[in-house]
């Protein structure tokens, strides 16, 4: 509990997840209406890089305890609907990206096998740098990784 609220209640949430979800789902209706072919992929990523990552007074966001926040905190950030709407940027994410994605951190044909009918052409290499997704992938952060 947090000794400057006086409410009585044994616990406190310190998260937004439950009033998150019921709004995200909300503005992932919206893209969808305009354009009933995108794919779920596709809306996930205008709703991401339609966001921002300032605050609703144009500041840099804060975390919890009032400092500047970093991508840890605040992911995407804020979402704009109307931005989601019409997008400057659109792609697919395919189901092969994806497998070459559980590839490149580690499943083998045994783990594809749990969710995937019939054999996958394994492939001989692939890069996770190069996931077609609308973040930044870092699987360790040891060290320096220059992406372009």
């Known amino acids: 509990m947090v000794e400057s609220d006086k409410r009585k209640s044994p616990y406190m949430i310190m998260s937004g997840t439950s009033m998150s979800c019921p709004h995200v789902s909300r503005v992932v209706g919206l893209p969808k209406t305009l354009h009933p072919d995108w794919s779920l992929a596709v809306i996930r990523l205008v709703v991401m890089t339609s966001a921002r990552t300032r605050d609703n007074s144009f500041h840099p966001m804060e975390d919890s305890s009032y400092f500047e926040a970093t991508h840890f905190e ?24 994806y497998l070459y994605f559980l590839c490149d951190i580690g499943y083998n044909q045994t783990l594809f096998k749990q969710f995937q009918n019939g054999s996958y052409a394994y492939p001989e290499s692939t890069n996770l740098y190069d996931l077609n997704y609308p973040s930044i992938i870092v699987p360790k952060l040891s060290g320096s990784l220059t992406l372009t």
């Open 74 to 97: 605040y992911d995407a950030g804020h979402i704009q609907p109307n931005r989601a709407m019409d997008p400057s940027l659109v792609y697919e994410l395919t189901f092969s990206d």
